[in-house]
């Protein structure tokens, strides 16, 4: 099947600062990239939405100026989480979805293995 | 929007006993329901997955029941194993293109040995 990876898998920053995570699709053309965030013991909420070239689309109550989303290429999209604070500790997960085709059934959606973001 | 909700909220079976999830849907026109399943730490891992034009589907030990009059999607492990033990989302999607998956708020399921 195919494979989405994140970098890093965890990181530890101090409030205020910026932490970039990457999301990478390592063997299928992500048309459409998505960004969810997973607090303790809850389900994934979704953030936003990409698709390869254009601004990504924002869930209701989710800041776009204070998380970045850049789907500059096929493989790759990077969310920017912007002078951190301690309550946007969580865990981020990226998914892809590529475009139909041999080996990928209905557009499925990929999921990485998530990033778990502290900010103290 | 979608909105996908599920239960129970935690299950606990014994080993070789059957655990059954259900989840509704809201959106009438949402056509791919996924279950994923969840480790701590880790990322959503797809179990199986059903599409609207199906009633059911079958995957070794575990099936997924689809009743799209009305708008609910059940999860059925059998034979369940230790090693099943973790949290199990359930999904819908919309049909149009470029929508994402709307998540249930998941399931923990505890299997003793």
């Known amino acids: 099947g195919a494979v989405v990876s994140q970098h890093p898998s965890w990181v530890i920053c101090k409030s205020g600062t910026s932490v970039k995570i990457e999301c990478r699709s390592l063997?299928?053309?992500?048309?459409?990239m998505f960004w969810y965030r997973q607090f303790p013991k809850q389900s994934l909420m979704l953030m936003a939405t990409?698709?390869?070239?254009?601004?990504?689309?924002?869930e209701q109550g989710v800041e776009k100026d204070k998380f970045l989303i850049n789907h500059a290429s096929l493989t790759l999209s990077t969310l920017t989480v912007t002078s951190a604070h301690p309550e946007d500790s969580s865990f981020y997960i990226c998914?892809?979805?590529?475009?139909?085709?041999?080996?990928?059934?209905?557009?499925?959606?990929?999921f990485g293995p998530g990033t778990r973001l502290t900010v103290l | 929007g979608e909105n996908v909700e599920q239960h129970p909220s935690t299950l606990s079976v014994q080993e070789g006993d059957s655990a059954v999830i259900k989840c509704t849907y809201s959106d009438s026109a949402s056509n791919y329901f996924p279950w994923y399943k969840q480790e701590l730490g880790k990322g959503p891992q797809l179990i199986i997955d059903?599409?609207?034009?199906?009633g059911e589907k079958k995957d070794q030990r575990i099936a997924v029941t689809l009743n799209k009059t009305a708008k609910h999607f059940s999860l059925h492990i059998t034979e369940t194993q230790p090693e099943d033990s973790a949290v199990y989302f359930c999904a819908a999607r919309g049909s149009q293109a470029g929508t994402a998956l709307i998540f249930g708020k998941g399931t923990t399921l505890s299997v003793s040995s």
């Open positions: 059903i599409r609207s034009n199906v």
């Open positions: 990409s698709n390869e070239g254009s601004k990504a689309t924002y």
């Open positions: 998914s892809a979805r590529g475009q139909t085709g041999i080996g990928y059934r209905y557009n499925e959606q990929f």
């Open positions: 063997d299928f053309q992500a048309t459409t």
